[in-house]
């Protein structure tokens, strides 16, 4: 026997909080602070690396908080689904952090340390590495709040008028949410007596119909805040793009993507239902057409990718409603896909503005001549993004595709918008690319607020920002490659998801 | 299955309304207060879900049946340290939004009504008071280029 793997599952948790204190103390010294935040977040990501392949071979693997036995003690669960997406997310967290540490936003350029970036990058990681293992409704309210909190920080850092403006907004909205879900907790308890996400799939199935729909709905529409669902989604276009590059990139890859997670686990665990949720299809419809006709009018290059990342939570929200194993496989593993290339968009959208000092895109232009590293990093990013063959968007939406076609004529129907939706997003990315990377080169603009943290208007960009970009990029082409054995995963996870029992027998033990 | 209590459930339902009737205002202030109102009744709410009152739980002290459930009150703890946390952040926020901008008040998207605009000057061409619209047009459009 070898040691105990469920020794290892709260590490992706721990690390980064212990992390996050050193930086705080050593808050004197930046050299320190980058290289605990880059150990901390590669050792996770080894972590989350080897718990996808234990729970892949061995199914899931559970560690009980303070040794107290489910339902009673807090449970932390790694399985196909959470394993995979932990490891996507870190590897994201990572090559952002990279990023973040050579365009010296931590520091505002000046060399000098400080006691708030680290600390709460390292604190966001935490909490989202909680969000995917936790096996309890509040520990996830808990996680939820420990990400929020992060961001909430990390997003008004340095504030200016503008970022106040979008900070109020954001901060507003995650509230609410984080209020309504805490609603929603008081009442599952109320009705089942427990908050254990196992032992809740069991008792709520003995609740009547009217009910178990209300709690369903509830949490519905909580995580459907948190990903920034259609019509719940007004706050994210407005917010993130007055985020720094960096932390924009980070928020657009992971802080929705944990959202959906959390809708996808509980709506699967706790709400099961045999045929498609006509109700999630239409929002899912209406998802990937606002998002993708939202994205056309843009203008500023960060709202037209926050409008493209609202259009794409809809193909997940399209897997889900499937309710099928296929469709929940297809949304997992577009998921770890988008995780990936919306980071690595921002982070290229972040490399464009430091070049040309704007994000407008009728102030732009020429950039394949002056930096054609950028335009090639861009093409094969905005190709994924829109699913053009071979890329790793392609087999996504190719798995999501297949699910919806074979199960009735609604999702077949919602299936063809899922095509359109694409070729919306092509178009408004190739719109980019003309505005962008073609035409007469236009000299940038000056940085129009020197003390700012983020420097823009300059052809002086290092090195690491573009190997963390094309390090996302390549983990991007990774997807595609390995996608055999990728998507094979994901088909387990899926077919673990909807059959509920390796998850339940893992936690309740076998006497469920 | 649990009765509940009507006061509490009205007590509720007045912290919930007024809490989402204040979230609904524009000045900071009056959404801290209705996060802070709202944040109340949700903690009622889970005190609620525990039952009606009970024996505090410690072993031997009374019999076991007798024990209220201490769960609910574990997580409203939780809930109100939290709440408290970010109550404050908001508390700061909105005194940073005062000094920086005068007032508190969570204004538009400038963006947003810029696009919203867009389709305005074709229509609107006949409109005398075209060129102020365009000044306007122009002033968004510098901001929104940073």
Known sequence: ?512 | MITVNATMALTIAVLFATGFYLLLQRSLMRVLIGVVVLGHGTNLLLQLAGGPPAAPPILGTVPAEAIGDPLPQALALTAVVITFALTTFLLALGYRAFVLVGHDEVQDDIEDRRIGTQSLPTASLADPDDEVDEAADDDVESQAGR
Do not use: C
Request: no cysteine.
């Open chain 1, 1 to 512: 026997m070898t040691p105990d793997v469920a020794l290892i599952v709260p590490l992706p948790v721990l690390l980064p909080l212990l992390g996050a204190t050193v930086t705080v103390v050593g808050s004197r010294s930046p050299a320190l602070q980058r290289v605990v935040g880059i150990v901390t977040l590669t050792s996770v990501a080894v972590l989350a690396g080897v718990l996808l392949v234990v729970a892949d071979r061995r199914g899931p693997v559970v560690a009980q908080l303070g040794g107290w036995a489910p339902p009673v003690g807090i449970a932390l669960v790694a399985d196909r689904l959470s394993a995979l997406l932990l490891l996507v997310s870190t590897l994201v967290t990572l090559a952002v952090l990279v990023y973040a540490i050579d365009q010296r936003i931590a520091d505002y350029g000046r060399g000098t340390a400080s006691t708030t970036f680290h600390p709460m990058y390292l604190m966001l990681s935490a909490g989202v590495s909680l969000a995917y293992l936790t096996g309890d409704l509040f520990t996830l309210f808990v996680a939820f709040e420990l990400m929020l909190t992060a961001s909430y920080v990390l997003i008004t850092r340095r504030t200016s008028a503008s970022k106040i403006r979008a900070g109020m907004t954001y901060v507003t909205v995650s509230l609410l949410s984080s209020l309504l879900f805490l609603t929603a907790i008081a009442l599952v308890y109320a009705a089942t007596g427990t908050v254990n996400l196992a032992d809740l799939a069991g008792r709520i199935a003995l609740l009547p119909a009217g009910l178990e729909t209300v709690l369903g709905l509830m949490l519905l529409v909580v995580f459907g805040i948190k990903a920034a669902m259609v019509p719940l989604h007004l706050w994210l276009p407005d917010s993130y793009p007055n985020a720094p590059g960096p932390v924009a990139a980070l928020f657009a890859g992971l802080l929705t993507k944990v959202g959906f997670y959390a809708m996808l686990r509980t709506q699967t665990l706790l709400f099961h239902r045999d045929e498609p949720w006509n109700l999630l299809l239409v929002l899912a419809v209406a998802t990937m057409l606002v998002g993708a006709l939202g994205a056309l009018a843009q203008n500023d290059l960060n709202r037209l990718l926050s409008f493209l990342l609202v259009s794409h939570i809809g193909f997940m929200l399209f897997g889900l409603a499937v309710f099928n194993a296929a469709g929940v496989s297809g949304a997992a593993l577009y998921a770890a896909h988008h995780i990936t290339v919306l980071a690595t968009l921002f982070l290229i959208s972040g490399l464009i503005t430091r070049r040309t000092g704007t994000v407008a895109l009728d102030q732009m232009g020429g950039l394949l001549r002056t930096a054609p590293a950028l335009a090639v990093l861009y093409a094969i990013a905005a190709l994924t993004l829109a699913g053009v063959p071979p890329t790793a968007g392609f087999v996504a939406k190719l798995a999501l595709l297949q699910s919806g076609v074979a199960v009735g004529p609604w999702p077949t129907i919602v299936a063809g918008v899922v095509v359109v939706a694409s070729l919306l997003t092509l178009y408004a990315l190739a719109r980019v690319w003309v505005r962008v990377f073609w035409g007469e080169a236009v000299a940038p603009l000056l940085d129009d607020d020197p003390d700012d943290e983020v420097v823009v208007g300059t052809a002086n960009t290092p090195a690491a920002m573009y190997a963390a970009t094309g390090g996302l990029v390549a983990v991007s082409l990774a997807i595609a490659v390995f996608a055999g054995p990728l998507s094979a995963v994901t088909g387990r996870a899926g077919v673990d998801l909807l059959e509920r029992e390796p998850y339940l027998v893992a936690v309740l033990g076998a006497q469920s």
